[in-house]
């Protein structure tokens, strides 16, 4: 049979396409999704949707893991959902107890153990982001950063697209808003409290510990805060000279469609990595003079210095 090369090939590894003009050739992040090709109708690996730019979609009725599509299991794809959502609930309520516990004059145990495990958070976090670079990691490590992209808000162990559908601009958000959410939370068990623990003669939740809560968990979540709040600006280069957001390559940089990607993490950019920040930087510098009016200021901001002596707080 001979080829048409009005129509051109494509190489292992790269996405050709001539959506907006002329042919153009893309690199794909994952070289896997990208098959060498003369049929540009079968240029995508299994399973994966060839009308989506760098092959960055799975086919219908299928979920992305591991470079690969997999099949969605009926109802088998809620129990991921649930659980986290069971998981979620159980970690804010167990934080608002741990963090406000009584304050003793030496290191208890349950200091030591949170500042240890706040420790080992961060070093996750920082380990995350490790696994969100182009780099071919070999196992085991290619396992272990699969895992902690958990905890950079990455939710492909959900299988999201089992459950519903939606674009990717919609899953950028839902990732970003988790730290709103969070206080959305907090705020709802506050409420409840108040109604239904006096019911049972149960002390509600204070809202100064309540505020400390929801510090505590965007401080020990910060990397990871700011990080997704980033992803839009975080682009790699195609041989055309084009730029793709690199956790969502089939999104142009700088292109029409963009925008909404550029506006949104700048917000949060500023929200997350200058707001938060920037509050706890002043929280810190009127410490002495606000604890000084009212003693319940340290409640609020516990977080920040529960970990040092009184006479050590500026290191919160």
Excluded at 72 to 80: F, N, R, T
Excluded at 118 to 139: A, C, F, H, K, P
Excluded at 207 to 224: D, E, R
Aim: include cysteine; aromatic fraction near 16%; charged fraction near 15%.
């Amino acid at each position: 049979e001979t080829l048409d090369r009005r129509v051109p090939g494509q190489a292992a590894g790269f996405y050709v396409t001539n959506q907006s003009g002329p042919w153009e050739a893309f690199k794909c992040i994952d070289e896997s999704a990208c098959l060498a090709s003369d049929d540009l109708t079968q240029r995508c690996a299994e399973n994966k949707d060839d009308s989506v730019l760098v092959c960055a979609r799975c086919a219908s009725d299928y979920w992305p893991w591991k470079n690969r599509c997999n099949k969605c299991s009926g109802g088998a794809a809620v129990l991921p959902m649930i659980f986290m959502i069971l998981g979620f609930i159980a970690v804010m309520t167990v934080t608002y107890y741990i963090c406000n516990s009584p304050v003793t004059r030496d290191a208890s145990a349950l200091l030591a153990t949170s500042v240890s495990f706040g420790m080992m958070l961060t070093g996750v976090q920082s380990l995350s982001i490790l696994g969100q670079m182009s780099v071919r990691w070999q196992s085991p490590l290619a396992e272990i950063m699969e895992v902690l992209q958990l905890f950079a808000f990455d939710v492909e162990l959900l299988r999201l697209e089992c459950v519903m559908s939606g674009a990717d601009f919609s899953k950028y958000i839902g990732r970003v808003l988790i730290p709103v959410v969070t206080v959305a939370v907090y705020v709802f068990y506050y409420v409840a409290s108040h109604l239904i623990m006096p019911l049972f003669g149960l002390e509600p939740w204070h809202f100064p510990k309540t505020f400390n809560s929801v510090g505590q968990v965007w401080q020990a979540l910060y990397i990871t805060i700011s990080l997704v709040a980033f992803l839009p600006f975080q682009c790699y280069s195609h041989p055309n000279g084009k730029l793709s957001i690199l956790q969502f390559p089939h999104v142009i940089c700088w292109e029409e469609g963009y925008s909404r990607w550029f506006g949104t993490g700048v917000f949060f950019t500023l929200l997350y990595g200058v707001g938060f920040f920037g509050a706890c930087l002043y929280a810190n510098i009127v410490a002495v003079r606000r604890t000084a009016q009212s003693p319940v200021y340290l409640q609020y901001f516990r977080f920040l210095f529960f970990r040092f002596r009184v006479d050590k707080w500026f290191w919160g």
